[in-house]
């Protein structure tokens, strides 16, 4: 079965059609779906179940799908009940396109928002995915998106808009982590992202956009009542707990509470650094926490180091990042594999961790003392810097 993790400039678009501005709806959708790669048909299946719904008068439903080496084109999802097709009108020919690129991210997220205005905005953004490590896989171009880069693709379109991003989802693997919920926290105002892998199917669209749905943000919209993104977010969770096969766990993120976040971590990681515990008690309580696909669940590790560890002070700072992930995440489902998942993951080794250049580079990494704490519990890891 397909993962939606990867395994580790373009032309000017060219207008299909003249396009007047649409009048400022409730919301508009913004799927980036970077399909050239082995999702592709997943991907494009996931465009074919938005034409189920399509857009109404309250919501637009915008989307720029990746073909690969016949280029990207930029659609107005519409309702559309043919299986198998796709009928939504092509609004733009982009010609080949790097989907990796943040410039790519930028200008589509600049277009949107000047064509289709909205109350909210939701950006979702569909791939493969791993963390830290970032999203987006281009095959044609050889070329990945790395964090930073997201950081910097959403960055640019906030400075040319004005506007920041109300929701941002990643329909991608691993991607609900400490280390991209801080590097993303000035660029939307909430999260919401899986910290495991995700089947290759993906979300289920057609039951997050119905209006026939419970969770469905037409029907909210249409009996008037005010959908926040917030609550929009509660939404994407709700829905993924009806499909948890291929979401088996999903988390809502308020980015505002990101700063209080990092600093506990930082004051945790400090305590870890400083302590008399021993460093193979701390990598026993690492082997213990709830595990994902390369990483571990914050608040379940900083748990285990509050109940387990003897150190006063070690356990007070522990108990702080328990307080500040559980105000960070709002919302948060998981399948009975994971059992102690509470929403956020972060880099948190077995045995090995061979840290690389490019988490030194993440926000998280320059912002806190994560990297020193894992230096001091990974004394007898493999590590590459001087001891």
Not at 116 to 122: I, K, L, M, N, T
Not at 238 to 252: E, F, N, R, Y
Not at 289 to 309: C, I, N, P, R, W
């Amino acid at each position: 079965m397909l993962v939606r993790r990867l395994s580790h400039p373009s032309a000017p678009p060219r207008p299909a059609a003249a396009q007047e501005k649409p009048q400022p709806k409730k919301w508009t959708v913004l799927v980036y779906s970077a399909s050239d790669n082995d999702l592709y048909r997943f991907m494009k299946s996931d465009i074919d179940e938005m034409e189920t719904v399509g857009s109404d008068d309250r919501v637009n439903v915008v989307a720029q799908f990746d073909h690969g080496r016949q280029g990207a084109q930029r659609l107005l999802v519409t309702k559309d009940q043919t299986k198998g097709e796709l009928n939504s009108p092509v609004l733009q020919e982009l010609g080949s396109t790097d989907m990796a690129s943040p410039d790519t991210l930028a200008d589509f997220v600049k277009w949107g928002m000047e064509h289709y205005p909205a109350e909210h905005y939701f950006l979702v953004m569909s791939d493969h995915g791993d963390g830290w490590k970032g999203a987006c896989q281009d095959s044609t171009h050889g070329s990945w998106m790395s964090l930073p880069e997201i950081e910097e693709g959403l960055r640019t379109a906030r400075e040319a808009t004005g506007r920041k991003i109300d929701l941002l989802g990643f329909d991608a693997c691993l991607m609900a982590s400490a280390e991209v919920a801080h590097q993303l926290r000035n660029e939307a105002d909430f999260l919401v992202a899986s910290q495991e892998v995700e089947g290759g199917a993906g979300w289920p669209y057609n039951r997050l956009l119905s209006p026939n749905a419970l969770q469905g943000i037409q029907q909210a919209v249409a009996l008037d009542s005010e959908l926040t993104p917030r609550e929009m977010g509660r939404q994407v969770v709700t829905v993924a707990q009806g499909k948890q096969d291929d979401l088996p766990t999903m988390a809502a993120v308020d980015l505002s509470k990101m700063p209080a976040v990092a600093e506990a971590v930082d004051h945790f990681a400090a305590a870890v650094v400083a302590s008399q515990v021993s460093r193979g008690s701390l990598r026993k309580l690492a082997r213990r926490t709830e595990s994902f696909t390369g990483y571990k669940d914050l608040y379940h590790f900083a748990q285990q180091v509050s109940e387990k560890v003897e150190d006063p002070g070690l356990k007070e700072a522990a108990q702080g990042v328990m307080s500040a992930v559980g105000s960070a995440v709002y919302a948060e489902q998981h399948s009975a594999g994971y059992p102690n998942a509470h929403g956020l993951t972060v880099q948190l080794p077995n045995f090995f961790f061979s840290p690389s250049s490019a988490y030194e580079e993440t926000r998280f990494a320059q912002d806190t003392r994560w990297d020193d704490a894992l230096q001091s519990m990974g004394k007898y890891w493999f590590w590459p810097w001087p001891l």
